[in-house]
């Protein structure tokens, strides 16, 4: 009995030890279980994470390209939708979404052609599958609804509406995405005033852009409802454009007032052909957010403008172009870095005959656009960041940098010297080179310097560069001269090249553009006659390009702060290099 009672007793506590070991084991493996599973969650968090990488790349390599496509591929109908890149490419740089690489390589792998048709409410739309019927994986469909709406919100409106056709996952999204509206018309289009009423009546809003062009005789009566409509709040761009008919372009249609409400979240504004009344100045409004302002074409007075800028503290880029009622502009602000402006062209009303900057810190760039119609008088008076200055031509009658003056391109007074500045356009002067020497005395940390040679200008150059007397940008630092609408038949304009030929130490590139074609022959003794192998700077690349006459007034990017020069655009011509 005592045998059986011990042997009971040691079974019992083999018993305990292996329970206790498989206690221990069981923990040991929950825990395991538990950091798998935390490690999977992690994993597929980063693969989540990922798969948003991955769709950012493609589409900043779909804005690259010029060509975008929103797409989903869909179970068994359809498997993309092409749509045009230029205005999602614009929006693009702002979002902080973007579309999969990956994707965008399984939408090419199909090579069908699908047509989407808008669904009305009533209707049913297609299921939405994992793959498609050519076995690519669906991968944008798999992203949380929150990239959809943002992929959704920087397509053309079209494009956007077109995407509730994909599926049953893509249905619900136009209408919860940021609204993109882009209404571009003209007077036969009824039907488009049509549409976009409807679309800003069914949208819920919150509205990221609407722009719209039109000839004013048209909608006026629908413009305040569109504007008032509760799809556009909280707009954060807003683009208005009227166009008038020959015979309404003597009547001044005012902005509408229900602009004024979008103030506190608009960021990117243009104005065109309308007018701004005075009332501005009685509301004191306020654009807190307001980074990017056009008026062109607009009639409004000094104090209105004046008005308008003072409650725009953020505002980063300004462009003025052909404007009515400002006679004197002044410029104090804080934050802008670029300022574009032009006076209008008709004789008729007030023009800008004045710019003053008077205080602007961070401004970096000033570019007259078309000097052939004003101001005639610019003063600079405090700008410490200017470093792009420019089309500067005779046709500006005095230009100030502080105490140094310029009357016609001609210096009365070189004693203030401006070492910011890195960029230089002269319009309409080579080849005057006392001239353009004078210049790059007042700059003498000048990079980059594009002249615009005058047709048929008859003139000597008789400087000639004095060891004793350097100039300080020519000796250390200008590395890119550009020469447009170069003759190269004549002394002068063959000694203006040659000056930077030979004496600018620290060149890298330089571009000489002729107003017409030549032969192989004609360059070949222009390599000659500009001394290109005795060339100051040996790692200089000196092109000479022929084609037809350009012009620097063309330029268009006041507003492309990501561009380090606004004047450094390629050509497609033919060209013969060095």
């Known amino acids: 009995m005592e045998e059986a ?46 798969a948003v990488a991955a769709s950012a790349a493609a589409l900043n390599a779909e804005k690259a390209a010029a060509t975008a496509s929103a797409a989903a591929l869909n179970a068994k109908e359809a498997a993309a939708v092409a749509v045009s890149a230029g205005e999602a490419a614009a929006a693009a740089r702002e979002a902080a979404v973007a ?8 939408m090419q792998a199909s090579k069908k052609k699908r047509k989407f048709n808008l669904i009305e409410d009533d209707q049913d739309t297609p299921e939405s599958e994992d793959v498609d019927d050519g076995g690519s994986v669906d991968l944008i469909s798999r992203l949380p609804d929150a990239v959809l709406c943002s992929i959704v919100s920087l397509l053309p ?26 209404a571009d018309f003209d007077s036969k289009s009824e039907g488009t005033i049509d549409l976009i009423s409807k679309i800003l009546s069914e949208h819920p809003g919150p509205a990221r852009r609407f722009s719209f062009s039109l000839c004013i005789s048209d909608c ?37 007032l229900s ?46 403008l004046q008005s308008f800028f003072s409650g725009c503290p953020a505002l980063e880029s300004l462009e003025l172009k052909k404007n009515f009622g400002i006679g004197r502009l002044c410029i104090s602000s804080q934050t802008l870095k670029s300022l574009g402006f032009s006076s209008g062209w008709r004789n008729e009303g007030v023009l800008l005959q004045e ?72 319009d309409s002067v080579g080849p005057n080179l006392d001239l353009v020497v004078n210049f790059l005395k007042c700059f003498p940390c000048l990079e980059r310097l594009y002249v615009m040679f005058q047709p048929g200008m008859i003139m000597d150059n008789v400087r000639k560069y004095d060891p004793l007397d350097p100039v300080e940008c020519v000796e250390l630092h200008l590395k890119k001269v550009v020469l447009k609408n170069y003759d190269g038949t004549k002394s002068p304009s063959i000694d203006f090249a040659k000056f930077f030929v030979l004496n600018a130490k620290v060149l890298k590139e330089m571009k000489v553009t002729l107003p017409y074609h030549r032969q192989h022959k004609w360059f070949a003794n222009q390599h000659e006659l500009l001394r290109i192998k005795d060339r100051a700077s040996q790692d200089a690349r000196i092109e000479l390009r022929c084609g037809t006459k350009d012009y620097f007034t063309h330029n268009k990017h006041t507003h492309d702060l990501s561009m380090a020069d606004p004047f450094d655009m390629p050509s497609s011509r033919c060209s013969k290099c060095s």
């Open 220 to 256: 006026s009566h629908k413009i305040e409802g569109w504007l008032d409509s509760q799809a556009l709040n909280n707009l954060q761009e807003l683009e208005l454009t009227y166009y008038r008919l020959f015979d309404d372009r003597e009547k001044l249609y005012p902005l509408p």
């Open 99 to 106: 579309a999969a690489t990956t994707a965008a390589a399984a």
């Open 157 to 182: 409106t079209k494009e956007a509406a077109r995407t509730q056709a994909i599926s049953r996952r893509w249905n619900p999204l136009w209408r919860s995405a940021p609204l993109n509206l882009v």
């Open 259 to 304: 602009v004024y409400r979008f103030a506190p979240t608009l960021r990117v504004a243009k104005f065109q052909g309308c007018h701004f009344p005075d009332l501005i100045v009685t509301l004191s409004l306020k654009f807190p957010c307001l980074k990017q302002l056009t008026m062109e074409t607009v009639t409004i007075s000094d104090d209105a």
């Open 355 to 426: 710019l003053v900057i008077e205080d602007a810190p961070c401004l970096e760039r000033l570019l007259p656009l078309d000097p052939e119609h004003g101001p005639a008088t610019i003063r600079i008076i405090s700008a410490p960041k200017l470093k792009i200055l420019g089309v500067l031509s005779e046709d500006i009658s005095e230009l100030h940098f502080g105490t140094t003056v310029f009357q016609k391109m001609i210096d009365v007074g070189l004693t203030t010297k401006m070492h910011t500045m890195r960029v230089l356009v002269l």
């Open 5 to 50: 009672a011990a042997a009971a007793s040691a079974a019992a506590a083999a018993a305990k030890d292996a329970a206790l070991s498989a206690s221990v084991a069981a923990a040991a493996a929950a825990k395991d279980v538990a950091v798998a599973a935390e490690t999977a969650k992690e994993a597929t968090a980063a693969a989540k994470d990922a």
